[in-house]
Structure formats: structure tokens, C-alpha cells
């Protein structure tokens, strides 16, 4: 039988405190300790998981082979720098960094020493997305809108590393075509970061892009939309629901010679997804399913959409 991995989890805020609980509960896992600035949160946390806690991460890294990174983004680098160093396997929350040469050196930091280096976005295990990718065949078209309500919590970045770099990873990950054209705009509302943003995205092979993400809603929304020839594909990401409609000679409905199918996926727990992935791959070897290089694609992206905000504004 294989030993648990040792692991610990770093930031057991809002998100870092689900990571220790996934942990605690996997029997391929054992949750050696969480850390905090906030020592009276993790103390609070390892005492819910009968674990150890501590006020410093680096405490925590020679006791384990593998730690989940849930810190403010901006925190990133510098712990998943030490975690490296100090030979762990590293989940690190999204965005990777707040740098691509950050983001650099941490990928080639994790491929120098030969350890995995995976990227939390979250949404490529969501049932109906990888439904979505088995049907892609030749996207030309693209949308998406990704609203919510305002919160504190994510305010450290602006909208599109807060909320639009998911679906950034997504376009990323379904059109195999580098962008050549950005056309962004943006607007601060009750940050003095960008709130509301809206992207068009021209890509070499003559695939479109547009997306939209804002943080001041009054209701919530998550939807991708793809279009390919013969069939458009769509994506609820709050009902967890795929509708399809192809051409089919034939077919009858409400328009005749189109299929139409929607399918519902059952509530599931997609962190758990997510980190049993990176459990499986430590322990079975291999490249992880989201590497540091696609963290570092979708990254890029974000800050030359950003640029390009500016620069619209003059």
C-alpha cells in the first residue's frame, strides 16, 4: 500500500482552508499542518482538522513532500520560491504570480528540480467544461460573461486576474492558435482597480474572442458560449449544464435539421477534483494536469489585456 503525501497547506483564509479540509478528509493524504500570518486562524483551522499550525510557512516545509499555496497572489512567488527550494510539489492558487518573470522563474524552478509545479484553475474539472472540450473541434467563435456581486475578498487584483483570467485559461486551453490582436476596456467602479472589463481577442488562426467579467453585479452569471462549424456549445456554469446544437438531417424540433441537447451534471465538488488530480500525480509521476506554463500563459494574457486597457485610456 502507498504511504500517504505528506502535505501542508499555506494561507487558511476563505480558500486555503477548504484545500486543509480536502486534505484531511483524502486517505492518500495526511494534513501534516496548515500555516498563517494569522496564527489565531490557523490555529482555529488545524484544531477543526487535528493538525499543527504555524505563524511561519517555513516551519512547515521540511515536514512535508507537497503544499496547496492559498496566500493573497501577491505572496505567491516568494513561498512558492521556498516551497521549490525546499524540494515540495506545489498547487498554487490563481494567477500564478503577479509577474510573467516571476512566473518564469518559478517554472523553471520546478523543472530544474523536477517537481510538479500545478496551476489551481479551478473550472477546467467542472463536469460540463470538460464536457465542452471532448466536442471542440474548430472554435471560431468564443463569448463569455462572468459577473458577480462585489466582495472584499479578491480586491488585491483587478477584475481580470480576479475573475476573467478563468476563462482567459479556458480559451487558452481550447484554441490551439497564438493571439494577435487585443482590443480591451475597463473601469474602476469601487476599487482603485479595474471592476468591469470587456475583451475582443483575435487569434492567428482567425478565432474571436470576447469576454466579459465584472465584480459589480447585481446578479451572478458564469457562461461560455463556443461556436465551431456545424455546432455551438454552451456552458452554465452555475447549473452546471451543457447545451449542444449540431446539424442533423432530419432532426426535428424548434429548428428543423438542428439537434438540440442539453445536459445536467450532478452538484460536485470540484476542489476535490482538482487536488486529488494533483495527489494522483505525485504519486503516479508525469506532467500536471494544469502545468506552470499554462498558469504563466493565462497570466501573460491578463497583463497585455490590461496594457492594452491603459492604452485605450490614453
Request: proline share 4%.
Amino acid at each position: 500500500m502507498t504511504e500517504p503525501v505528506k502535505v501542508g497547506v499555506i494561507g487558511v483564509g476563505y480558500l486555503g482552508r477548504f484545500h486543509a479540509e480536502k486534505y484531511a478528509a483524502l486517505a492518500e493524504t495526511e494534513l501534516v499542518g496548515v500555516a498563517d500570518l494569522n496564527r489565531d486562524q490557523a490555529r482555529k483551522v488545524a484544531h477543526a482538522l487535528h493538525t499543527r499550525d504555524f505563524g511561519d510557512y517555513r516551519e512547515l516545509l521540511p515536514l512535508v513532500s507537497a503544499v496547496s499555496v492559498a496566500v493573497p497572489t501577491s505572496q505567491h512567488f516568494a513561498v512558492v520560491r521556498d516551497a521549490l527550494a525546499a524540494g515540495c510539489q506545489v498547487l498554487v492558487e490563481k494567477p500564478i504570480t503577479t509577474t510573467v518573470a516571476e512566473a518564469d522563474e518559478l517554472v523553471h524552478l520546478s523543472r530544474e528540480r523536477g517537481l510538479i509545479l500545478m496551476v489551481g484553475h479551478l473550472e477546467r474539472y467542472n463536469s460540463a467544461m470538460e464536457e465542452l472540450k471532448s466536442r471542440v473541434t474548430q472554435p471560431r467563435f468564443i463569448e463569455s460573461h462572468r459577473l458577480s456581486f462585489f466582495k472584499e475578498r479578491g480586491t488585491d487584483v483587478d477584475v481580470v486576474l480576479d475573475l476573467m483570467i478563468h476563462d482567459l485559461d479556458h480559451v487558452l486551453n481550447l484554441v490551439p492558435s497564438p493571439v494577435s490582436e487585443i482590443r480591451a476596456a475597463g473601469i474602476s467602479v469601487l476599487t482603485d482597480r479595474v471592476d468591469l472589463a470587456n475583451v475582443r481577442l483575435e487569434f492567428a488562426n482567425g478565432c474571436i474572442a470576447n469576454l466579459t467579467a465584472s465584480r459589480m453585479s447585481f446578479k451572478s452569471m458564469r457562461k461560455f458560449r463556443l461556436f465551431q462549424p456545424e455546432a455551438y456549445l454552451a456552458v452554465d456554469f452555475e447549473n452546471r449544464e451543457l447545451t449542444a446544437a449540431s446539424r442533423k438531417d432530419g432532426a426535428m424540433g424548434p429548428l428543423p435539421g438542428v439537434a438540440l441537447e442539453t445536459r445536467r451534471f450532478s452538484q460536485e465538488d470540484v476542489l476535490l477534483k482538482e487536488i486529488t488530480a494533483f495527489v494522483q500525480t505525485i504519486q503516479d509521476g508525469g506532467e500536471a494536469p494544469i502545468t506552470g506554463e499554462a498558469g504563466r500563459a493565462a497570466l501573460d494574457l491578463a497583463l497585455e489585456i490590461n496594457a492594452a486597457m491603459k492604452l485605450a485610456k490614453g
